[in-house]
């Protein structure tokens, strides 16, 4: 699967952001979606993941942007996305998506199938 992410941009501490990924290939609704990041120096990172309809399409969120970020997947788009609200100097960092059977908060970067080729966030005034 292909993975296409967008959305990232610059944006002042407190606002919002909305990422997308649209995936092409095997069949989107067939895999567990999720987004990493990875600041400068430091390792990518879980943010956010979605089950598979079929396994439940239970959500799952670093500790880090619970109450901030949102998941959702759109199927019939072929899209995942992220809602960042309420953003932080800290969330500036690359995003990527990801896809794989499940990606969830136990799932490390180096075990992901598929990744989008990331797009950059940054927070700042």
């Known amino acids: 699967v292909q993975l296409q992410a967008s959305g990232g941009g610059l944006v002042w501490p407190g606002g919002s952001l909305r990422l997308s990924c649209v995936a092409s290939?095997?069949?989107?609704?067939?895999?567990?979606m999720g987004w990493f990041r990875q600041a400068p120096g430091k390792e990518r990172e879980f943010v956010a993941g979605?089950?598979?309809?079929?396994?439940?399409?239970?959500?799952y969120y670093a500790d880090s942007v619970k109450g901030r970020f949102t998941i959702s997947r759109d199927n019939a788009k072929n899209t995942v996305y992220l809602q960042m609200n309420s953003l932080k100097p800290e969330d500036t960092a690359v995003y990527y998506c990801?896809?794989?059977?499940?990606?969830?908060?136990?799932?490390?970067?180096?075990?992901?199938?598929?990744w989008g080729q990331g797009t950059l966030v940054t927070v700042s005034s």
């Open positions: 290939g095997r069949s989107f609704s067939g895999y567990g």
């Open positions: 979605k089950d598979r309809s079929t396994s439940g399409g239970s959500t």
């Open positions: 990801a896809a794989d059977r499940r990606v969830d908060h136990t799932t490390p970067a180096r075990n992901v199938a598929y």
